[in-house]
């Protein structure tokens, strides 16, 4: 690896110290970056726009700052960042992965958007998203397919696909990503990246997704050093959010012990077929556990496909409110297939069946708080198998895992229970790849209800001990 590249793979918190004891400047990190980008990003498809002659000259700007004889640096002062293509950002396109917005400048910028950039944080690109963040595979009509840098047949996952493949090839240092089945957890998995959804409440939302209880904003990153750095910029209570809580938690960016640690288990969350490659990673992630003098024990969550339906119904519906009528006869055309199917059955829901996902998430909950009274926090997979093929098509009738057949839209990714059950925060973390095919797999760390420092107290010793960020892409 040459130096260039070596700083394409630097983590913010190390880029932020090299700035302060000016053994690195902003500029040199962004031309690397930049250059890392140019060169293999073609192949990647991982943005949407860049801004790089802007992103340079706000680089020499914090090279200034920290060139000061008392620099005060904000905290992500220089660091590169790739905006996703769903969060509004001030007067800059923002399309959500559609044509229909092809030319959308937004009056404001998303509440944690906002806080990354005046905490210093340069945006030089956004990344691809499936039209409105629809899919846990990343590819439009609008922007194309986004691929896996570990291996280009294969999705980096969805929907913050492009910022986790970014990550992946060394195309950025931080990303930010939106979770609302899985967007930030699915590409952690699939491109060996850490990938956190934060407790409901912790950050803000954006105006254009109001009391929207199965969404999250939250960071996504090469190590969990950096997640609690952005995490700590993103979170804490907004005037715009009515749901956003008014007391926060100040994350510690350093690791502490975990012996006596007591973790659950669930490798299928009581439905899911697990991939055997994934499930012997997970295996191995347990053991390194164990060797830290956790105590591990797999449990039974009580939980079945029958969660499934209320989910799925939810978001037809959401898609119906904003995009039925007169917004689908105009767009059909130029829109995803499987998404307008979505429009059209969310508008034949009822409120009856729309109200179910409130009755269901209750019942999760009751099956899962007695469990994490018990335990600390609870693993399972990330990903059901590696990842699925990048053109992956949500409506395969064939689609299966380890010979079965199962619906290809959800039931490939471990992610979305834990959007209904919104208050506990999870964290993505690598564990391991497919020998075969180099991409990775993934475990998730889930905590008890607004408890995010044991989810990061494991994630960081976890991390310490099984160290992950010299598996890089062969690109």
Wanted: charged share 20%; hydrophobic share 40%; net charge positive.
């Amino acid at each position: 690896m040459t130096k260039e590249t070596e700083l394409c793979y630097m983590s913010a918190t190390e880029a932020v110290a090299a700035f302060r004891a000016k053994k690195l400047s902003p500029v040199e990190l962004m031309q690397a970056v930049i250059a890392r980008a140019e060169t293999v990003g073609p192949s990647v498809n991982a943005f949407t726009y860049t801004f790089f002659e802007r992103a340079l000259k706000q680089a020499r700007k914090a090279e200034r700052e920290y060139g000061k004889r008392k620099p005060d640096p904000r905290p992500l002062e220089g660091i590169p960042c790739v905006i996703k293509d769903f969060h509004p950002v001030e007067g800059e396109i923002t399309t959500f992965g559609s044509r229909m917005h092809a030319d959308f400048r937004p009056t404001s910028s998303a509440p944690t958007v906002a806080r990354l950039l005046d905490a210093g944080a340069i945006m030089h690109a956004r990344s691809t998203t499936p039209e409105f963040a629809h899919s846990g595979a990343t590819h439009s009509p609008a922007w194309g397919i986004t691929r896996n840098p570990y291996n280009l047949e294969y999705s980096p996952g969805g929907s913050s696909g492009g910022a986790g493949a970014a990550l992946a090839a060394g195309m950025t240092t931080i990303a930010d990503g939106t979770d609302a089945g899985g967007s930030v957890r699915i590409p952690a998995s699939a491109s060996n990246i850490v990938g956190y959804k934060p407790p409901f409440g912790r950050n803000p939302l954006d105006l254009e997704h109001p009391l929207e209880t199965l969404l999250h904003y939250g960071p996504m990153t090469r190590s969990v050093a950096d997640a609690a750095l952005m995490q700590n910029v993103m979170s804490g209570h907004h005037p715009a959010d009515m749901l956003s809580l008014k007391t926060n938690v100040e994350l510690p960016t350093t690791h502490a012990s975990v012996r006596g640690m007591k973790i659950a288990v669930s490798m299928d969350l009581g439905f899911f077929e697990i991939d055997p490659v994934v499930a012997k990673n997970t295996h191995a992630a347990l053991d390194v556990m164990r060797s830290l003098g956790c105590k591990v024990k797999e449990v039974n969550l009580g939980w079945h496909s029958g969660i499934l339906l209320p989910y799925l119904q939810h978001w037809e519906a959401m898609a119906a409110a904003f995009l039925g009528g007169e917004v689908l006869r105009r767009w059909r055309y130029e829109m995803d297939p499987f998404f307008v199917g979505m429009i059209e059955r969310g508008m034949a829901h009822g409120a009856t069946g729309h109200y179910l996902i409130n009755i269901v998430r209750g019942e999760m909950f009751q099956q899962l708080a007695p469990i994490l009274e018990k335990y600390d926090v609870l693993i399972c997979p990330t990903l059901a198998l590696p990842s699925v093929k990048a053109d992956h098509d949500n409506a395969d009738p064939n689609f299966t895992i380890n010979g079965r057949k199962v619906p290809a839209y959800l039931n490939w990714f471990l992610t979305w229970p834990f959007n209904m059950v919104s208050t506990c925060p999870v964290m993505a973390v690598p564990a391991g790849h497919c020998r075969k095919t180099r991409v990775p797999t993934g475990i998730q760390i889930v905590g008890r209800t607004y408890d995010d420092p044991s989810v990061f107290r494991l994630a960081y010793a976890y991390e310490n001990a099984r160290p992950w960020r010299k598996f890089r892409p062969r690109l």
